[in-house]
């Protein structure tokens, strides 16, 4: 029993559908990506690019402010193992990224609404590599309350009507009646002889007056 349930919590949690949080603002290194929100604790960041130039940077998160203006102790650096407060230098810094696929887990604590900011931020000089201003309300998916908008069904397609039998490009049409052409009667026997006779015996009547 517990077997099905883990596998049906399974379906569930992958049935959830993503919601785009928004893209990176492209400022330095080529930086950029869409990043969506999986659920209220991790972050998915699709064809993220950077030139891993910079000698101290990390994915970055604020609760406040921006990248260049906020609190450091409401800030932690994020990687795709673990997370660390901001002036931790065992935070490995960033390689270089080609079109890659990063997931993020949020610190301990966090959820996707506390967030207001992330950075691609270089430690060393403060410099702002590239950033995504979050909107305020944003509400990432949850199971039970609604996420990404779903999509419209598609409309029902209605079934064709038969189209006729067809030979050639000749369509099966009812035959026609053919024109009923009624034949004169035919004299009944012996009305062809009583009218070949009348002559004849008009002309001897004729005679008899003589």
Request: hydrophobic letters at 40%; glycine letters at 8%.
């Amino acid at each position: 029993m517990k077997t099905v349930a883990c596998i049906l919590a399974l379906a569930v949690t992958s049935a959830l559908a993503e919601l785009k949080v928004g893209d990176f603002k492209t400022l330095q290194h080529d930086v950029s990506g869409s990043v969506f929100a999986k659920d209220d604790k991790t972050i998915v960041i699709y064809n993220f690019n950077y030139d891993g130039r910079g000698p101290d940077a990390f994915f970055w998160i604020g609760k406040e402010g921006s990248p260049k203006n906020t609190d450091e102790s409401s800030t932690y650096i994020l990687s795709e193992g673990q997370n660390y407060e901001y002036r931790d230098n065992a935070a490995p810094v960033l390689g270089a990224y080609k079109d890659q696929t990063i997931t993020l887990t949020l610190p301990e604590g966090w959820k996707m609404s506390d967030v207001k900011w992330i950075s691609v931020w270089c430690r060393k000089f403060s410099v702002d590599f590239g950033n995504l201003i979050v909107e305020d309300g944003f509400k990432a998916p949850v199971e039970g309350e609604p996420g990404s908008p779903a999509a419209e069904p598609e409309p029902e397609l209605k079934p064709e009507e038969p189209l006729p039998d067809v030979e050639g490009n000749d369509v099966y049409a009812e035959p026609e009646a053919e024109p009923s052409s009624k034949a004169e009667p035919e004299p009944e026997p012996g009305m062809a002889s009583t009218l070949t006779l009348a002559p004849a015996l008009i002309f001897a009547l004729a005679a008899l007056n003589l």
